[in-house]
Nanobody, 121 residues
Framework: QVQLVESGGGSVQAGGSLRLSCAASGSSYIMGWFRQAPGKEREFVAAVTWTGGITSYADSVKGRFTISRDNAKNTMYLQMNSLKPEDTAVYYC?????????????????WGQGTQVTVSS
């Protein structure tokens, strides 16, 4: 069992930055970030392997967001720069033990409660 707790959400103007954190109670092979805007399906943002050596990003955030993890602290991060209004959503941390399709919501075993990110124009 892995418990995940997100923090770091908030409100920012377009072009600004935020850093999200996800504290985990246990280890996992892959950890990822997803987001869900009102009226939309939950979508993949980024994922990282246990060692942090392999990352994956959604095209919409490539070059603006950076995912990382500190295993000594059991914490994953999402540095979000050049934020846009369309980045507004609840951001969720997720973890999984197996490989496969990193972007598939249904393949993740554990989820956090989410943290709101609001970007104003």
């Amino acid at each position: 069992q892995v418990q995940l707790v997100e923090s770091g959400g908030g409100s920012v103007q377009a072009g600004g930055s935020l850093r999200l954190s996800c504290a985990a109670s246990g280890s996992s092979y892959i950890m990822g970030w997803f987001r869900q805007a009102p009226g939309k399906e939950r979508e993949f943002v980024a994922a990282v392997t246990w060692t942090g050596g392999i990352t994956s990003y959604a095209d919409s955030v490539k070059g603006r967001f950076t995912i990382s993890r500190d295993n000594a602290k059991n914490t994953m991060y999402l540095q979000m720069n050049s934020l846009k209004p369309e980045d507004t959503a609840v951001y969720y941390c997720a973890a999984r033990y197996q490989g496969g399709n990193w972007a598939a919501v249904y393949e993740y075993d554990y989820w956090g409660q989410g943290t709101q990110v609001t970007v104003s124009s």
